[in-house]
Each structure stands twice: as structure tokens, then as C-alpha cells.
T-cell receptor
Framework: DVKVTQSSRYLVKRTGEKVFLECVQD?????MFWYRQDPGLGLRLIYF???????EKGDIPEGYSVSREKKERFSLILESASTNQTSMYLC????????????FGSGTRLTVV | TQLLEQSPQFLSIQEGENLTVYCNSS?????LQWYRQEPGEGPVLLVT?????EVKKLKRLTFQFGDARKDSSLHITAAQPGDTGLYLC??????????FGQGTRLTINP
């Protein structure tokens, strides 16, 4: 019954490393999103994609990039990890339209040391 | 920029009590959603409200969308320990992306 799968639940990386967070959905959804969640700040949108090979910046894209080569997969890339990128990262998908909710993955807790 | 303010941010009550969580904005939203998130998991959609004044019930949970579609409330009757979690409201403006509130962390003590 799992619909949005994030490849890792926990990751520890060193400062300066290039980090890949993978997200796969099996619901044939057009829209996919990457958020980070920090205490007191809620969910902040990093990047989103409405279709294959399309991407748009969210509210906090600095230090991140994304890739969507296939409809079901949306990858978040930290080009050079920094300690302030330590966070919970959540991937979500949704069908097109303005009423449907998001289906979230279980999250990846990333620690950068 | 559309913002959603949730209150309270933290709430700890005894089992059996009633509670209300609020979600407010100065912006109009075409729809508003409520999610619940448990530790170590992603948020799970509880309900979507679309029409101003709309009320939806999910067992002991009652959700209301304000008449002007700028605010919403979540009321829980006779809270149970299983209701413990982080409750998030999220509004949709015109685009397909959601704006999330900061969340209300609810603890129900047995």
C-alpha cells in the first residue's frame, strides 16, 4: 500500500559532500514536491515539478537542485552539504487540480556533520 | 506571500477533554486541508474543505472552513491518546502548491 517511497530514513553526511535524496511514487501523479521540515518553521517548499523534466523553485531553493527524468521519480540534490541543511526532508506527490491533497513519503532525516 | 498561522503551537490536555485548533490567514484560499503527522512519518491528509462555511466531520473531529475562506478550525471532542500528533493546516491559493501552517503539536495524556 506504500505510495511515496523515500530511499533513506536516516542519512549522515559530511560537510561539502554531494547528497542525493531519492523519491519514487507509484500513483502516476504529475506533481511532485520536496519540503524540509524544521521545528517551529513548519514545512518549507524547496522545489516542485509539474511534469517530467520540469522544475520550479519553491521558497528556499538555495543550495539545492532537483532532477525529474521519469514521471515517478523526483530527486533532490544538495550540491555541497552544509550543517544548516540538517533537517527532515519530505517528498510528496499529487494529481493535477486544486482540490486533491498531497501524499507524503515517510521522510529522510539528514544530519550534516 | 500567503501565510497561515496556527494556534496554539503546543497543546497538552487530558483524555476526554475537548479542544480546538485554529488556522488563520489574511489571504483567501480556494481550499484548505488538514493533515496529521506522527513521529517519524510524513503527514497524512485528514480532510479537504472547499466551500466557505463548510463543515466536515471525521468521527470525533470536526473541521470548519470560514465563510470568507481565510480561516479554518479543527475541533476534537473527547480527545483520546491516539489523537496525539502534529496537526498541520495547508491552504491552496491559485496554483497547485500548498502553503502550510507551522503546525500544532497535540499531546493527549491518559
Amino acid at each position: 500500500d506504500v505510495k511515496v517511497t523515500q530511499s533513506s530514513r536516516y542519512l549522515v553526511k559530511r560537510t561539502g559532500e554531494k547528497v542525493f535524496l531519492e523519491c519514487v511514487q507509484d500513483m502516476d501523479h504529475e506533481n511532485m514536491f520536496w519540503y524540509r521540515q524544521d521545528p517551529g518553521l513548519g514545512l518549507r517548499l524547496i522545489y516542485f515539478s509539474y511534469d517530467v523534466k520540469m522544475k520550479e523553485k519553491g521558497d528556499i531553493p538555495e543550495g539545492y537542485s532537483v532532477s525529474r527524468e521519469k514521471k515517478e521519480r523526483f530527486s533532490l540534490i544538495l550540491e555541497s552539504a552544509s550543517t544548516n541543511q540538517t533537517s527532515m526532508y519530505l517528498c510528496a506527490s499529487s494529481p493535477p487540480g486544486t482540490v486533491d491533497g498531497y501524499t507524503f513519503g515517510s521522510g529522510t532525516r539528514l544530519t550534516v556533520v | 506571500t500567503q501565510l497561515l498561522e496556527q494556534s496554539p503551537q503546543f497543546l497538552s490536555i487530558q483524555e476526554g477533554e475537548n479542544l480546538t485548533v485554529y488556522c488563520n490567514s489574511s489571504s483567501v484560499f480556494s481550499s484548505l486541508q488538514w493533515y496529521r503527522q506522527e513521529p517519524g512519518e510524513g503527514p497524512v491528509l485528514l480532510v479537504t474543505v472547499v466551500t466557505g462555511g463548510e463543515v466536515k466531520k471525521l468521527k470525533r473531529l470536526t473541521f470548519q472552513f470560514g465563510d470568507a475562506r481565510k480561516d479554518s478550525s479543527l475541533h476534537i471532542t473527547a480527545a483520546q491518546p491516539g489523537d496525539t500528533g502534529l496537526y498541520l493546516c495547508a491552504g491552496r491559493g491559485g496554483a497547485q502548491k500548498l502553503v502550510f501552517g507551522q503546525g500544532t503539536r497535540l499531546t493527549i495524556n491518559p
